[in-house]
């Protein structure tokens, strides 16, 4: 646990960038720092392992105030990474990573030995492993990034803006297996961001700030997309708040009309494994943009109700057989009284 009390940092010129911060973060989940652009993210984050001491206030790990702690050991039990991976670009991306690992006292051998391993666990080969930075592409560099602050085991890793300098694309296949990684590792992460998306998608927690380094609000991603604590939060998560706060909302209860139902005139066609190939009505074949199944989230079943040509989105069970059809109508009003409950909080 990382816990911020009472913690301000003015810089000399008086500039106030982080203000009172009392925060905690638990271990062994992701916390997010998320916010606009100067509002004290990269200020808190380095003041965790000392790069920056605050000028009032206490930081403890694990109850251990962090300015009582050498900064060199500190550092090493804390991984770090940052925007553009900050590779040392005149040694190979092995040694890159091997490097943390020789100054804790392993040989060079098994430095190397563990290094390989940990760049297969993010994905690069050995190929990958033996060449220069400059020779990577930029999502393969931020991977080299996260296996370099992995490779003394940290407990706690931090990281600033990790995926942001990559393209779209990029960033979420390098987002999916960070929670893959994460899932392995359970490591105390603390990552800073200024997209709200990103915040959502890997934050247990996300804690956003406001300018000055004021925390407007700490919560699960769900609690923050449907309990924003004003104004501020409300307009930081953005317009679509309640669409995207559907893909936290399961889809196992929702009602569905069996398949041979014909739906704005038309009917669902299946193959002989009842697989579902279209729909046919009005003289046509229509196709069915798609299927859900019981795991998948509201918001998936909405945009296959958007998408379906006959507003009505196809369930499938674990064979990819059509066991049900959900209309629009029906998630929509579905949503209404899981809206109502929430607002009215029977459901706690
Ligand atoms: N060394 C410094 N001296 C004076 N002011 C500083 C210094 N470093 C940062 N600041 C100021 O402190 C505030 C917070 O900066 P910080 O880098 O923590 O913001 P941030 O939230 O990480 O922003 P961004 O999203 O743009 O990275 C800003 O107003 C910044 O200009
Ligand atoms: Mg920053």
Known sequence: MIEFDDVTKQYPDGTVAVGNLSLTIPTGAITVFVGPSGCGKTTSLRMINRMIDPTSGTIRIDGKDVTAQDPALLRRSIGYVIQHAGLFPHRTVVDNVATVPVLTGLSRKEA????????????LTTGMA???????????QQRVGVARALAADPPVMLMDEPFSAVDPVVRDSLQQEFLRLQGELGKTIVMVTHDIDEAIKLGDNVAV????????????????LANPADDFVAGFVGRDRGFRGLSFAASADLPVEPVDT????????????????????HGRALPTEGSWSAGDSLRAVTDLAILSPAGAAVRVDADGRADGLVRHATVAEFVRVRQLERLSGTDG
């Not at 033996?130 to 592409?137: G, I, M, W």
């Not at 406001?210 to 609690?223: F, K, N, S, T």
């Open 209 to 224: 700030f406001a300018e000055g380094g004021r925390l407007a609000q700490l919560a699960g991603p769900e609690d923050l």
């Open 112 to 123: 190397r030995k563990r290094a390989y391993e940990l760049l297969e666990r993010v994905g």
């Open 262 to 281: 014909e739906v704005e005139g038309l009917r669902l066609a299946v193959d002989d494994a009842g697989r579902p190939t279209g729909w046919t009505g």
């Open 130 to 140: 033996d060449r220069y930075p400059v020779q990577l592409s930029g999502g393969q």
